[in-house]
């Protein structure tokens, strides 16, 4: 969401918040549709799309009529004008002697300096002589919650252009930017601990400010924080709040990917960055910077390099042998990340892999087979307290968001666990991490680190209840200068809990018909609930019922499985052995014979059409043979009631 003073601006904003690629934000067309004929590009147009909206814009820009796009999209012609409006400015930004009065108007249509100088080769200095001739200047209106029923004050703000700024600066502040969007990836659990961040930041006696953009969150609830900044996350509107609040410091740690991708730029304009500083940020997320960090701690991790072209990434998987882990690096959720067994498919991943790092390296690492496990680790910079293991019950190569989480860990031996603190320890001691920091493993043949997150995690709201630990205010505390002894907090491995608790993920297919439903390394859940049990398979069960509704005591003994999977004959085997009738789909099925479960793990057309049908006909559906191992083991007794 955005709040401006025109449409035109707010509008500008809102796309300036999706996080999309920076061309595409500051030019506002599709580089894709600019060369398409105007009747295939108004064919495009006519149906909406997440794309639509840059779409209208190329075809307004390729001298479209309102009239005509209008009777593609049905889009009222008052909106097409203002989108026309936008249009007009882009030419004659470009056309031109570059005036105050013209940079005034664009202003007030909320164009950025990135995006004047993407029509006009102008400095930041000459725009900003420009904006002072002009006596425009960005501040900042409060928002009237009330209506104009009555008078209200509440500290909750947005930027606009003009003369008189309302918002003064509290003082003895401190920042935090918080995670944008929600989106598949970067969820409402990064907004839980931007919420308690902010109570510990005022606990502490300073005064906390929000900068965020998301409506539906607790954060953006202007009775949170000490004052709230509804504006885009991008360096240029959070450099103008910071200019003007002049805070203590910013906190990134609880932003998700959204935040600490900002932490470079902040810091090469002077600004404090409080918690783990850009140095041990960038030692985790550069993979030049990775590698060498855990080569000198002498930790494992599997082989791998980066690549920029089709060419270098073709030579690496040579290298380092098939199955390689495709992924682009600096982004959430595991997009354009895959699995890939040959050169063939190397070929159809790199396309989209290379398409979503935004010119940023793409990581090929060597794959390994193993139980996938993670820690969020609490420092002070000179010890480390890990609250506990979790152990994902898909092996590696299934996104972490994806997986089933069980805590405490059912598979690992005690040396492995011991080996997973220390490892843990070694790294935010290496990277002098203060607050909380999320590190992945794969334990095989030994214990190999995938992935080291220097930020808090989509997992902390679920061990902060099962620990009973605000890990979120813990970290905030340390990040405020506070160590683990002036907390109480002991280093090393929290005691584990007596209780089985389960994670498991909530996903969105049959509101999605015909999306790739099979597990992998691309995340693909929306939300995620919590089992607990006396052991692992009432907790198990429990989970399952709310995320897949599969209901333990009302099963029948029919599973209907794709094509794919009935020609794997251990699976089928593992079935029939443990009372399962196993029947291979067809479009002749009979769904009134209720099967407890569907299975597919391949995303064919077979496996496509059965997702898709039992979905449908509410049949809990499965598509990896890891999670429903422990459906087929019913020796313990469960009570999910």
Not at 26 to 53: A, C, K, W
Not at 400 to 405: E, V
Not at 607 to 636: C, E, M, R, Y
Request: aromatic share 8%; with cysteine.
């Amino acid at each position: 969401m955005a709040i401006g003073t025109s449409i035109e601006e707010a509008l500008i904003k809102a796309v300036s918040s999706l996080e999309l690629g920076s061309e595409l934000q500051v030019n506002l067309i599709s580089p894709s549709d600019t060369h398409n004929p105007m009747d295939q590009l108004l064919n495009e147009i006519s149906r909406p799309t997440d794309d639509r909206l840059f779409k209208i814009l190329t075809a307004l820009g390729r001298g479209a009529s309102i009239d005509s796009i209008h009777n593609a999209t049905k889009v009222d012609k008052f909106f097409l004008a203002k989108l026309a409006h936008v249009i007009v400015l882009q030419k004659e930004l470009s056309s031109g002697l570059l005036t105050s009065q013209l940079v005034e108007r664009a202003r007030k249509a909320g164009f950025t300096n990135s995006m004047i100088q993407t029509q006009h080769q102008a400095t930041d200095k000459e725009i900003a002589k420009l904006d002072s001739m002009a006596n425009q200047h960005k501040v900042y209106k409060m928002v009237d919650t009330c209506a104009a029923e009555f008078d209200s004050a509440t500290p909750y703000f947005y930027s606009t252009v003009g003369t008189e700024n309302e918002s003064q600066p509290l003082g003895n502040s401190i920042l935090v930017i918080g995670s944008g969007p929600i989106r598949i990836g970067q969820g409402v659990e990064f907004d839980y601990a931007t919420v308690h961040c902010i109570k510990a930041i005022q606990a502490a006696g300073y005064k906390a400010i929000i900068i965020n953009n998301n409506p539906e969150t607790v954060s953006t609830d202007f009775s949170i924080s000490d004052k709230l900044y509804f504006e885009p996350l991008t360096i240029d509107h959070v450099m103008d709040v910071i200019n003007l609040e002049k805070p203590l410091g910013v906190i990134v740690e609880f932003g998700g990917q959204t935040a600490i991708n900002l932490t470079e730029k902040l810091t090469q304009r002077g600004v404090k960055i409080l918690g783990t500083s850009i140095y041990g940020i960038n030692q985790t997320e550069n993979r030049h910077g990775f590698e060498e960090l855990l080569l000198n701690q002498d930790i494992a991790h599997p082989d791998g390099m980066t690549a920029m072209s089709l060419v270098e990434a073709h030579k690496i998987a040579d290298q380092i042998g098939y199955p390689v882990l495709v992924r682009p690096s600096f982004v959430l959720g595991g997009r354009g990340m895959a699995i890939v067994n040959d050169e063939s498919e190397l070929n159809d991943y790199l396309k989209p892999a290379i398409k979503a790092s935004h010119g940023n390296p793409i990581l090929i690492d060597k794959y390994i087979h193993g139980i996938e496990c993670e820690v969020d680790i609490l420092s002070d910079g000179k010890s480390v307290l890990v609250p506990g293991i979790m152990e994902h019950l898909e092996g590696s190569g299934v996104h972490s968001g994806d997986s089933i989480a069980v805590y405490p860990p059912q598979h690992l031996t005690d040396d492995q666990k011991q080996q997973i603190v220390e490892i843990a320890t070694k790294i935010g001691l290496s990277v002098h991490a203060i607050g909380m920091m999320n590190i992945q493993f794969i334990v095989a043949d030994q214990v190999y680190v995938i992935e080291v997150n220097p930020r808090a995690s989509r997992t902390v709201p679920f061990m902060s209840k099962v620990t009973k630990m605000h890990l979120a205010q813990f970290a905030t505390q340390l990040i405020l200068g506070k160590t683990l002894a002036e907390l109480d907090l002991t280093p090393g491995l929290y005691p584990e809990s007596n209780r089985i608790f389960v994670k498991a993920p909530v996903f969105s297919f049959a509101k999605l018909t015909g999306a790739p439903t099979t597990l992998n390394p691309e995340m693909k859940s929306t939300g995620e609930n919590i089992g607990s049990g006396d052991n692992f398979l009432e907790a198990y069960h429990k989970a399952l019922l709310d995320s897949y509704h599969y209901n333990y005591h009302n099963q029948s003994q029919y599973v209907v499985i794709s094509e794919t999977d009935y020609n794997n004959s251990e699976t089928v085997a593992e079935l029939k052995n443990n009372g399962f009738t196993v029947i291979k789909y067809s479009s002749e099925f009979d769904w009134s014979i209720a099967p407890a479960f569907s299975l597919v793990t391949a995303d064919n057309l077979n496996g496509k059409i059965l997702a898709n049908a039992a979905l449908s006909h509410q049949i809990p559906l499965f598509t990896s043979f890891d999670t429903i191992k422990p459906l087929v083991n019913q020796s313990v007794s469960v009570n999910i009631y």
